[in-house]
């Protein structure tokens, strides 16, 4: 399995993304380096994006085109559907609920099996969940001390309307899908459907 071993602070830099929207709450004070009016082509303004929700989401370039592939073929406007899948991933869900304290360490304790999904342990990242599913941490789980300290992290962490969070049940039902103006980073999504449309 392919590892993402880039600095996310310098990645989130070179993205222009806040690395809040990864669950890091440090800033990097590096200046910037190149030259800063450099005019972008159109193609390297689509490639930006591109990389940019693939970073967010920790997707790697064949599932992600495969992303891209289901989302032109639901209803409704493409890059709308593609934000749509992305967000209904399992590791997503899990780091909006506020069980992980970023989008990398709630991927690894997906894949360790902490959670279930309608109470059947589920160790897949990226597992799509849909609208009615509750999503908790397991029994064996609760008792851990590093999800007391992932409480503690995550407490004034903002749950997304579309989440109907217990926290006291360290649970979560999915509302209904979420929509695209409910993101809490800025991205153009059209451009990364004509980059793979050509």
Same mark, same amino acid.
């Given at each position: 399995?392919?590892?993402?071993?880039?600095?996310?602070?310098?990645?989130?830099?070179?993205?222009?993304?806040?690395?809040?929207?990864?669950?890091?709450?440090?800033?990097?004070?590096?200046?910037?380096?190149?030259?800063?009016?450099?005019?972008?082509?159109?193609?390297?303004m689509?490639?930006?994006e591109?990389q940019?929700?693939?970073?967010?989401?920790?997707v790697?370039?064949?599932?992600f085109?495969?992303?891209?592939e289901m989302?032109?073929?639901e $209803?409704?406007?493409?890059? $709308?559907?593609?934000?749509?899948?992305? $967000?209904?991933?399992?590791?997503?869900?899990v780091?909006?609920?506020?069980?992980?304290?970023?989008?990398?360490?709630?991927?690894?304790?997906?894949?360790?099996?902490?959670?279930?999904?309608?109470?059947?342990r589920?160790?897949?990242p990226?597992?799509?969940?849909?609208?009615?599913?509750?999503?908790?941490?397991?029994e064996?789980?609760?008792?851990s001390?590093?999800?007391?300290?992932?409480?503690?992290?995550?407490?004034?962490r903002?749950?997304?309307?579309?989440?109907?969070?217990?926290?006291e049940?360290?649970?979560?039902?999915?509302?209904?899908?979420?929509?695209?103006?409910?993101?809490?980073?800025?991205?153009?999504?059209?451009?990364?459907? $004509?980059?793979?449309?050509?």
């Amino acid at each position: 399995m392919a590892v993402d071993k880039t600095p996310v602070l310098k990645r989130c830099k070179a993205l222009g993304i806040s690395p809040a929207v990864l669950g890091y709450s440090k800033e990097t004070n590096r200046k910037g380096n190149g030259n800063p009016r450099k005019k972008v082509s159109e193609y390297g303004m689509q490639l930006k994006e591109k990389q940019k929700l693939k970073f967010i989401y920790g997707v790697l370039e064949k599932q992600f085109h495969h992303y891209y592939e289901m989302a032109i073929k639901e $209803e409704g406007v493409a890059g $709308e559907n593609l934000i749509k899948i992305l $967000e209904s991933r399992l590791d997503s869900v899990v780091f909006r609920m506020g069980l992980a304290v970023t989008r990398r360490e709630a991927r690894q304790l997906v894949g360790h099996g902490h959670y279930t999904v309608n109470g059947k342990r589920v160790d897949i990242p990226s597992y799509r969940v849909k609208a009615g599913d509750v999503i908790a941490l397991s029994e064996k789980s609760k008792k851990s001390p590093k999800f007391a300290q992932i409480a503690e992290a995550t407490d004034g962490r903002l749950i997304p309307v579309w989440l109907d969070m217990n926290k006291e049940a360290q649970s979560a039902t999915v509302t209904r899908l979420p929509q695209r103006d409910e993101l809490d980073y800025e991205i153009q999504e059209q451009l990364v459907i $004509e980059l793979y449309s050509k």
